[in-house]
C-alpha cells in the first residue's frame, strides 16, 4: 500500500433523503387548532436579537443626554431668581460650645445685612448672586435635626476648634447618613481663640475626621472670616442640590406659618393652614398629606400666597386664589384597614372547642357579676414580679398571648398558682400587657371577706397618698433597691439568653411533666426547609382580615411610579395648603424654633399591610435586641412605635419560608416584619429604642439601619426548635437514642419527621424502646458517641398589630422580656 492518509470511499457514505411531506404534521395540525402562531424576529421575546445600527444608539444616547440636560435646567429654574424658592440650609451644631445663630450671623455679615436673631427660618438674599437661601438654626435635638435634614437641600456642621465632637454630634451624623445626605459644608467656631501656630492642625484634624464620613468634602469654612463666609455663600448658589430619590417622590413642604380654624361643630377638630413653598414632585389635592407625630390627612384645598417680595411690588392688592381642589371622585379615602365581617368565614357551625370556651367565658363572667354584688371588695389574684406594690399591679392587665400558644401550654402543665404581691422569685410577668388605659379585670378570689377587705384598705391608702402627691411630676418613677436588683437580673438573664441562642440556636429541652406531642402541637416537621410547601394561607390571625395585599405588587409599584403626579400646583409655588379635619393638638405641637414639614402620600400609602425591612445592627450598641421587644421605626418621613420580628435575609426558598431569629444578632443582616402602612421602597429604614426626648441629656440608642426590602404578606416566618437526644448504644447504622422523649406515644406521634445530626448524619426513629422514652434509630452511615441526635420543628410565627404613631414625649423607655413566656411555648 503506497504512503499517504487512509479514507474511506465516498460511496460508503450513508446519505438520509430528507423529510418531504405535502401536508402539515399531526403535531402541526393540533397547534393550528389550539390557536397558537409561530414566534416571529418581530416579537418582543427576540426583541433583543434584532439588528442594532450606529446611528440608532447614537440617536438613543442623544436622546438621554437630553433628557438629563432637561432635568438639570428644570432643577436649576426652581431656585433662579430673587423671587423663586430659595434653597433650604439646615445649620447643625455637633459639639456643645458652637452655636448656630453664629454661624447664620457670619452669613448676613459677609453681605451686610443684618441678622435678626429669630431662633426659626430666616431667609437671605442674596442679590449678587442672584438667590435666596433659606437658613434653618437648629438646637440640639436629634428629631428636630433629622426632620430638617428631610427637607433640607444643604446642611452645614459647625465643628469647634476647642472641644471635639461629642457622643450626641457623632449619632447625630451616623443617623443622618442612614436617613440620607445632602450636600455638606464644614463650619469651625473659635478658631481665633487657638494660637495661630495650632490652627494648620485643628483644620487638618477636622479635614480628616470629616473625609471619613462623607469622602470628597474636604474644605473646612471658618465662622467669621469674611473670605469664607463669601465663599460658602458662593458654593451654595452655584452648586445644584444632590437628589434624594425617596423624598423627592413625594411633594413636601417647609411650613412658614401654621394657623388653625376651628370648625363649627367640633372645636377640637378644624382646619390647619400651612404656608410654604412647595418641593419636589406636584402638589396634588387628590393626595393625603403626613403630618409628623399626628398622621394623615385630607388636602381641603390648595391657595396661592403672595410672596413678601410681591407685596412689595404690587401693594395688597393680590389677593388668594384656589389653586387646586380635590376631586370627590378621585381623592384618596382615610381607610387605613379592612372591615373583617366574620359571617365570611367557612365555619358555619362552631366547633366543640369554641363552645367550651363560650361556656368557660360566660361561667367566669357569670362568677365576677355575683362577686362584684355580694362584695365589690374582692380581687384577682395576677402573676407579678416580687416587690411590686397593689397600685402597680391595678394597672396589669390579663391578656391571653394566644400567639406563642400559652394557653396550651398552662393548661398542659395543669393550674397555675395564684400569687399575691409576695410572689417568689422566677416568677414573670408579661409587661407587654401593660395598658395605662384600662384597669385589671376583677375576679372571684375566694380566699375570704377580711383578706378582701385588706385590699381594698390597702388601695384606699394608696389613692390617698396619690391624691396628696397630685404635684409630683408624672414622669417621676421611685425606685427602690429590690426593684433595681430584679431589672438587673432581668438584664442579665436578657444577655445569657442571646449568648446561648448564638452558640446553642433554637435547641429547647423536652418537659418531663407534659407530653411533648402537647406542648408542641403548632408545630410541624419539614423534609427540606427550603422547597417543602407551607401554604401561606393556612391558619392565619385575625389582624390578616384587615390588611391589603397586592395582587402583583411589582407591577402595582412601577405603575404608581410611571404615574407619578402630571397635575396640581407646580414646585416653586408659594401656596397656603388647607388640611381638614386636624386635631387641635396638632396647631398646638407647632413651635416657630422648630421645623413643621408636611409630606403628601402615594396611591396606596395609607393602608396597612406586612412590611418588611432589611436591618444591619449598628456597631454602637451592644445590648441584647430580642424579636418583639418595643422599638421607634423611622421608615422614610414616618415614624411608628412597633415590636417587630426578626427572620433571617435568605433568597432562594421556592416555599418562601424563613427562619424566625429570636436576637437581631450583631453580625449580618435580618429582615423585620411589623404591621405598618404601605410605602414604596427605596426608603432609609431606622430602628431605635423606645422612650426618652433625643436631645442631649437623654437619646435613645440606635439599633439599626436598613431600607425597605417588600410588602409580602405570604412571607412565612417559621419559628424552628430543636429537640436533642443522645446515643445510648451504638451497633454500626443502628443506635439507642435517649433524652429527647419520656413516653413512647411521643415517640410514636414524632416518628414520620427526620432526625439529623450535628456531625451530618440523617436517620429517621424506628420504634419505641421500653417505657421511658427509649428508641430504636437507623442513620445513613456509622453514628459517634460523642454526637447530638436532632429533630428540627417548625411553627408560624406572625407580628402583632400594635403599630401606633410615634409621639414625641409620650410613653416610657419600655423593658421586656419573654423569658418565662418562651418557656412555656417551648
Known amino acids: 500500500m503506497a504512503d499517504g492518509n487512509f479514507h474511506h470511499r465516498s460511496t460508503l457514505k450513508q446519505q438520509n433523503k430528507p423529510f418531504k411531506s405535502k401536508h402539515s404534521s399531526k403535531g402541526a395540525l393540533k397547534k393550528l387548532q389550539k390557536g397558537k402562531v409561530d414566534l416571529v424576529a418581530s416579537s418582543v421575546k427576540n426583541k433583543h436579537n434584532l439588528v442594532s445600527h450606529k446611528a440608532d444608539r447614537r440617536n438613543a444616547a442623544k436622546l438621554v443626554q437630553q433628557k438629563k440636560r432637561d432635568e438639570i435646567v428644570a432643577s436649576n429654574r426652581l431656585f433662579q431668581g430673587v423671587n423663586a424658592a430659595?434653597?433650604?440650609?439646615?445649620?447643625?451644631?455637633?459639639?456643645?460650645?458652637?452655636?448656630?445663630?453664629?454661624?447664620?450671623?457670619?452669613?448676613?455679615?459677609?453681605?451686610?445685612?443684618?441678622?435678626?436673631?429669630?431662633?426659626?427660618?430666616?431667609?437671605?438674599?442674596?442679590?449678587?448672586?442672584?438667590?435666596?437661601?433659606?437658613?434653618?438654626?437648629?438646637?440640639?435635638?436629634?428629631?428636630?435635626?433629622?426632620?430638617?435634614?428631610?427637607?433640607?437641600?444643604?446642611?452645614?456642621?459647625?465643628?469647634?476648634?476647642?472641644?471635639?465632637?461629642?457622643?450626641?454630634?457623632?449619632?447625630?451624623?451616623?443617623?443622618?447618613?442612614?436617613?440620607?445626605?445632602?450636600s455638606v459644608l464644614s463650619f469651625v467656631q473659635h478658631l481665633?481663640?487657638?494660637?495661630?501656630?495650632?490652627?494648620?492642625?485643628?483644620?487638618?484634624?477636622?479635614?480628616?475626621?470629616?473625609?471619613?464620613?462623607?469622602?470628597?468634602e474636604q474644605k473646612i469654612y471658618s465662622v467669621g472670616n469674611a473670605t469664607d463666609s463669601i465663599n460658602s455663600l458662593r458654593y451654595l448658589t452655584a452648586q445644584r442640590p444632590k437628589p434624594v430619590i425617596w423624598r423627592d417622590r413625594h411633594a413636601y413642604m417647609l411650613g412658614e406659618k401654621v394657623e388653625f380654624e376651628g370648625n363649627a361643630m367640633d372645636e377640637e377638630k378644624g382646619t390647619l393652614k400651612v404656608t410654604g413653598y412647595v418641593r419636589g414632585n406636584y402638589l396634588n389635592a387628590n393626595r393625603l398629606v403626613h403630618l409628623q407625630g399626628h398622621g394623615d390627612f385630607q388636602i381641603k384645598m390648595v391657595v396661592s400666597c403672595p410672596t413678601g417680595q410681591n407685596k412689595k411690588d404690587m401693594g395688597m392688592a393680590l389677593d388668594e386664589q384656589v389653586l387646586h381642589v380635590p376631586d370627590p371622585e378621585k381623592q384618596e379615602s382615610l381607610i387605613a384597614e379592612n372591615d373583617p365581617d366574620p359571617m365570611e368565614g367557612e365555619q358555619t357551625w362552631p366547633t366543640e372547642e369554641e363552645l367550651k370556651e363560650a361556656d368557660d367565658r360566660v361561667r367566669r363572667l357569670g362568677a365576677s357579676t355575683a362577686g362584684s354584688t355580694t362584695s365589690k371588695s374582692s380581687k384577682k389574684k395576677k402573676l407579678v414580679p416580687k416587690g411590686t406594690s397593689a397600685y402597680q399591679a391595678a394597672w396589669i392587665i390579663d391578656d391571653e398571648d394566644d400567639e406563642d400558644g400559652s394557653d396550651d401550654a398552662a393548661s398542659a402543665n395543669g393550674d397555675v398558682e395564684m400569687m399575691d404581691h409576695d410572689t417568689p422569685e422566677g416568677e414573670h410577668v408579661d409587661w407587654n400587657q401593660m395598658n395605662l388605659g384600662h384597669g385589671s379585670g376583677s375576679g372571684n378570689t375566694g380566699n375570704g371577706k377580711a383578706e378582701s377587705e385588706e385590699d381594698e384598705e390597702e388601695y384606699e391608702e394608696l389613692k390617698e397618698e396619690d391624691e396628696k402627691d397630685g404635684e409630683k411630676d408624672e414622669f417621676d418613677v421611685e425606685y427602690d433597691e429590690e426593684n433595681e436588683d430584679r431589672v438587673y437580673q432581668e438584664y442579665l438573664a436578657k444577655q445569657k439568653q442571646e449568648r446561648e441562642d448564638l452558640e446553642f440556636p433554637d435547641e429547647v429541652d423536652t418537659p418531663r411533666d407534659v407530653a411533648a406531642s402537647v406542648r408542641f402541637q403548632r408545630y410541624r416537621g419539614l423534609k427540606s426547609f427550603r422547597t417543602s410547601p407551607w401554604d401561606p394561607y393556612e391558619n392565619l390571625p385575625v389582624d390578616y382580615s384587615r390588611i391589603f395585599q397586592f395582587q402583583n405588587f411589582k407591577r402595582t409599584k412601577r405603575k404608581v411610579m410611571d404615574g407619578l403626579e402630571e397635575e396640581g400646583v407646580i414646585p416653586g409655588t408659594y401656596v397656603t395648603v388647607h388640611i381638614q379635619d386636624v386635631p387641635r393638638e396638632a396647631f398646638a405641637s407647632y413651635n416657630p424654633s422648630r421645623p413643621y414639614i408636611l409630606f403628601t402620600l402615594l396611591p396606596h400609602?395609607?393602608?396597612?399591610?406586612?412590611?418588611?425591612?432589611?436591618?444591619?445592627?449598628?456597631?454602637?450598641?451592644?445590648?441584647?435586641?430580642?424579636?418583639?421587644?418595643?422599638?421607634?421605626?423611622?421608615?422614610g418621613f414616618r415614624r411608628y412605635n412597633v415590636r417587630p420580628l426578626f427572620s433571617q435575609h435568605s433568597q432562594g426558598a421556592t416555599n418562601n419560608v424563613h427562619k424566625f431569629e429570636r436576637f437581631l444578632q450583631p453580625k449580618g443582616t435580618a429582615v423585620a416584619t411589623v404591621y405598618a402602612p404601605i410605602q414604596f421602597g427605596p426608603a432609609p429604614v431606622m430602628l431605635w429604642g423606645v422612650g426618652g426626648e433625643f436631645g442631649v441629656d437623654f437619646c435613645p440608642p440606635l439599633i439599626a439601619t436598613g431600607s425597605i426590602l417588600d410588602l409580602d404578606p405570604t412571607r412565612i416566618l417559621a419559628k424552628r426548635i430543636i429537640l436533642t437526644g443522645h446515643p445510648f448504644k451504638v451497633h454500626k447504622r443502628g443506635a439507642v437514642i435517649r433524652f429527647m422523649f419520656f413516653n413512647p406515644d411521643d415517640i410514636d406521634y414524632f416518628r414520620p419527621i427526620q432526625l439529623h445530626t450535628k456531625y451530618g448524619r440523617t436517620g429517621h426513629i424506628r420504634e419505641s424502646l421500653g417505657t421511658h422514652g427509649y428508641m430504636k434509630c437507623l442513620f445513613d452511615g456509622q453514628l459517634k458517641g460523642q454526637d447530638t441526635v436532632c429533630m428540627s420543628l417548625y411553627k408560624r410565627v406572625f407580628p402583632k398589630w400594635d403599630t401606633e404613631v410615634f409621639r414625641e414625649g409620650v410613653g416610657e423607655l419600655a423593658y421586656h422580656d419573654n423569658e418565662e413566656e418562651d418557656k412555656m411555648v417551648e
Open 86 to 182: 430659595p434653597k433650604i440650609v439646615a445649620v447643625v451644631p455637633l459639639c456643645p460650645d458652637v452655636d448656630a445663630g453664629e454661624v447664620i450671623r457670619s452669613l448676613f455679615a459677609s453681605v451686610e445685612q443684618q441678622y435678626s436673631g429669630e431662633k426659626g427660618p430666616v431667609t437671605l438674599v442674596l442679590e449678587r448672586f442672584k438667590q435666596r437661601l433659606q437658613l434653618i438654626p437648629l438646637e440640639r435635638h436629634l428629631l428636630d435635626i433629622l426632620d430638617a435634614l428631610k427637607v433640607a437641600d444643604f446642611v452645614i456642621f459647625v465643628m469647634s476648634a476647642e472641644i471635639e465632637v461629642d457622643a450626641f454630634g457623632k449619632l447625630c451624623l451616623s443617623a443622618i447618613m442612614a436617613q440620607g445626605m445632602p
Open 192 to 216: 481665633e481663640k487657638v494660637p495661630a501656630k495650632l490652627q494648620p492642625g485643628i483644620r487638618k484634624s477636622l479635614t480628616l475626621f470629616i473625609e471619613d464620613r462623607f469622602p470628597g
Open 605 to 635: 400609602e395609607h393602608k396597612f399591610s406586612i412590611l418588611n425591612f432589611v436591618v444591619k445592627r449598628t456597631e454602637e450598641y451592644d445590648a441584647p435586641v430580642k424579636s418583639k421587644d418595643p422599638v421607634t421605626l423611622h421608615c
